[in-house]
Nanobody, 121 residues
């Protein structure tokens, strides 16, 4: 089992920044690709970003490209999501997940409990 715990969410004004963290424990974190997803009320969970276990390949949803950056520190068993130029439409619960490659939630085997991000206009 891999346990994931997100933190760093909160309320921010449009144009502001937040950095989300996801701390892992249990199995070997460094061997997993890691992803961030988000889910707004009444909407399906959607892909945000993914980073490979080596950290040398990243992928982003078009809606966040150029504004969000995913990174990881395998020594700290942590993956990050730096979110800049936030927009009200970025408001959602953000989840980290482990084990997948693409955009499909079914590819990811382990999930955190989520952290809420609210962007005010």
């Amino acid at each position: 089992q891999l346990q994931l715990v997100e933190s760093g969410g909160g309320l921010v004004q449009a144009g502001g920044s937040l950095r989300l963290s996801c701390a892992a424990s249990g199995r070997t974190f460094s061997s997993y690709n890691m992803g961030w997803f988000r889910q707004a009320p009444g909407k399906e969970r959607e892909f945000v970003a993914r980073i490979t276990w080596t950290g040398d390949n990243t992928r982003y949803a078009d809606s966040v490209k150029g504004r969000f950056t995913i990174s990881r520190d395998n020594a700290k068993n942590t993956v990050y999501l730096q979110m800049n130029s936030l927009k009200p439409e970025d408001t959602a619960a953000y989840y980290c997940a482990a084990g997948g490659w693409g955009k499909d939630t079914d590819e990811y085997h382990y999930w955190g409990q989520g952290t809420q991000v609210t962007v005010s206009s």
